[in-house]
């Protein structure tokens, strides 16, 4: 397949080992993987926030950097980010913008998957051939849970994973406490959501934590970092990037 890779904002500029193992991943399972130059931002913190009008230009751009017809699938590693394209995109477009965009966006959002979606549903695979000999737990998102539910697709992904040491999360599914500006308005209650999800992550002895969304690792890693916990965070990207690395067969002569 030709997939357009959609790098995000928060990819582009804090995360990019996320953004190039998506890339090494999907290349290594044989595909063509193009990054379109002109892609911007989706939009969604503008929308969010209540500037619905100010993300026309980005849904706009959206629609121009990936509607080339050659470009079969357009992928992400945040279930945030293809939650905006999937769920906001067609609303703005619908609100504030020609006939025209309304289709180009119909036409985009359609293709726009998140990683794990493209890698089982589009791709029908889950075992990648990655070796990760770690102890991991994962946490499910709420916009790839609840938006796009894209379910177990990623335990399925990790189970496949040679080496892995995978445990269950305890109340996985409730919120990290990040949600955007949430965090920043709501700061009290986010940091009481982050403690508890904290104190799940170490009740499991883990040694990383992976998500599907840097947003919620970043909010996550935050949270250890300023505790002194020796956990780290590893986007799902990541995990599922890396290989095995055979032990050398060159002989030593004395």
């Not at 991943?25 to 063509?32: F, I, S, T, V």
């Not at 549903?121 to 998102?141: K, S």
């Not at 965070?233 to 060159?250: D, F, K, Y």
Request: aromatic share 6%; proline share 4%.
């Amino acid at each position: 397949m030709r997939i357009a890779l959609f790098a995000t904002c928060l990819g582009d500029t804090l995360f990019p080992n996320a953004v190039k193992a998506t890339a090494l991943l999907l290349a290594r399972l044989g595909n063509d993987v193009v990054f379109p130059p002109g892609q911007t931002c989706c939009g969604q913190m503008h929308i969010n926030t209540g500037y619905q009008r100010d993300a026309l230009p980005l849904v706009e751009n959206y629609a121009d950097s990936f509607g080339d017809s050659s470009i079969d699938a357009v992928v992400a590693p945040s279930g945030s980010c293809v939650g905006s394209v999937r769920h906001q995109h067609d609303m703005i477009a619908s609100r504030y913008g020609a006939a025209a965009l309304r289709i180009r966006v119909e036409a985009v959002r359609a293709k726009t998957y998140e990683l794990s979606e493209l890698l089982v549903d589009v791709l029908g695979v889950t075992d990648v051939g990655a070796w990760f000999p770690h102890r991991v737990t994962y946490h499910p998102t709420c916009h790839s849970l609840r938006m796009l539910r894209v379910g177990d697709k990623p335990l399925r992904l990790l189970r496949h994973v040679g080496g892995i040491d995978l445990v269950e999360l305890p109340e996985a599914d409730s919120c990290c406490g990040f949600g955007g500006t949430f965090a920043i308005k709501n700061a009290d209650t986010s940091t009481a959501m982050l403690a508890d999800k904290i104190l799940h992550i170490t009740s499991t002895g883990a040694e990383y934590c992976t998500a599907g969304d840097s947003s919620c690792l970043m909010h996550i890693g935050g949270g250890m970092s300023r505790l002194q916990m020796e956990t780290g965070t590893v986007h799902l990207a990541e995990i599922l990037a890396s290989v095995h690395e055979p032990a050398s067969t060159a002989t030593v002569t004395p």
